[in-house]
């Protein structure tokens, strides 16, 4: 077992259990977006898991792609989470990344346009070759998280203590 395919599967595990914690003691609706943040790491951990373990790259592509369905969903429900948390009054903004996550979710599992081919990786495990369609879905992504950092940081400079604590943590802890 390599070091990739054991931080994979610890990250999974304790994503699941956190999203287990947090959705035991949900009040509201930002709790339960948490969770399902929580979900979806751990999803993505443990498909990357799974794609390490594989000793056919048929196998690997298949998970590769789970992986990246759930990475799609990491990016909505940190956004998501944001905008609850904000309480922003953006649904537009909110709605294009859902569906911009929906679209690159059905492209990873109908097409083959964001992995095509997969090679071993340190003669380890196989890891996938980039496209320039897989290119685009980082930088989306990339962009999403910037956004979601830029309305967190114009919402903390709004608040008072001890909120703008409790913000500046969530800020620096991402």
């Not at 962009?143 to 969530?170: D, G, V």
Request: some cysteine.
């Amino acid at each position: 077992m390599n070091f990739f395919t054991l931080s994979s599967f610890l990250v999974a595990m304790f994503s699941y259990i956190m999203a287990f914690f947090i959705l035991k003691i949900a009040k509201n609706s930002t709790h339960k977006i948490w969770a399902c943040f929580n979900l979806a790491i751990g999803s993505w951990s443990l498909f990357a898991f799974l794609a390490s373990l594989q000793s056919k790259p048929h196998l690997a592509m298949f998970y590769w792609k789970l992986a990246y369905v759930a990475a799609a969903l990491i990016t909505s429900f940190f956004y998501n989470f944001f905008y609850l948390y904000c309480n922003l009054k953006k649904p537009k903004i909110l709605f294009l990344i859902h569906l911009s996550s929906f679209c690159f979710i059905f492209i990873s599992v109908f097409t083959n346009y964001l992995i095509q081919d997969t090679v071993t990786f340190y003669n380890s495990f196989y890891y996938h070759k980039a496209t320039h369609a897989f290119t685009l879905y980082v930088i989306w992504m990339i962009c999403i998280m910037l956004l979601t950092f830029a309305e967190l940081f114009q919402y903390i400079r709004t608040l008072t203590e001890p909120a703008k604590s409790n913000a500046l943590i969530l800020f620096y802890a991402f």
